[in-house]
């Protein structure tokens, strides 16, 4: 099916262990994106990318690493997880390199819950 | 750097009643707007976007958000509200040029539709 999809939907994980979710687009799109949704907050961005093998930190990257080796899929590892990352995360994309505005297109979001 | 401010985190109108959610923004050029929609356990879905054309923009659903560079406001209407409409709306800026792709978001508004 065309569009972003995110595994998984639901996860429950422990302090300390390693989580990646999954993101995948089948627009070709260039830009791919890792919000994270906390009450009080809105969305804040996480990381993103320009094109495969081209990221950037956002505006709450510590904890978090990502990595784009080809133009549809975009995971997000949480490395060693805290409780403090427990949030609902969403993955988006946007259209192509110059274009002269990009409006973002999200995942159904995946509910990540820390112990 | 932008900012928006999406006054009233929870808003609370009657069936068949003026829904108005209001967004200002901060830039120091005209940015491109967007408002923006989540449904309960949903992704985020655009609702309607300003790219510089009509300073009134019509969205999907009977809303519509008219600019206002003197008010620095994007604010958003529909004239009848339906229970369908309850959600969270998030106001998004962007900037003209090179960070473009780039979405700054407001906190959400909350919306409630009594019967």
């Known amino acids: 099916d065309a569009g972003i999809t995110q595994s998984p939907r639901y996860k429950i994980t422990e302090t300390g262990r390693q989580v990646t979710l999954m993101c995948h687009q089948t627009w070709s799109h260039s830009y791919m994106f890792w919000y994270r949704q906390d009450l009080g907050h809105g969305l804040r961005l996480i990381y993103y990318s320009a094109a495969a093998d081209i990221t950037d930190k956002g505006e709450v990257p510590d904890g978090y690493v990502v990595s784009r080796s080809k133009t549809e899929n975009f995971p997000l590892t949480l490395e060693s997880a805290t409780r403090s990352q427990t949030s609902v995360y969403f993955c988006?994309?946007?259209?192509?390199?110059?274009?002269?505005?990009?409006?973002?297109?999200f995942g159904p979001g995946t509910r990540l819950t820390v112990l | 750097a932008q900012s928006v401010t999406q006054l009233g985190s929870h808003v609370s109108v009657s069936e068949g009643a003026l829904v108005l959610l209001r967004c200002n923004y901060s830039s120091s050029v005209p940015p491109y707007l967007f408002w923006y929609v989540q449904y309960p356990n949903q992704g985020l879905q655009l609702l309607l976007k300003?790219?510089?054309?009509?300073?009134l923009v019509k969205g999907i659903n009977g809303f519509e958000a008219e600019f206002k560079k003197s008010e620095t406001s994007f604010h958003l209407t529909k004239p009848s509200a339906h229970m369908s409409d309850a959600a969270e709306y998030f106001c998004a800026v962007s900037e003209r040029g090179g960070s473009n792709y780039k979405l700054t978001f407001g906190k959400g508004t909350l919306l409630t539709v009594n019967p």
């Open positions: 300003y790219t510089s054309a009509a300073t």
């Open positions: 988006a994309s946007s259209g192509t390199f110059g274009s002269a505005y990009n409006e973002q297109f």
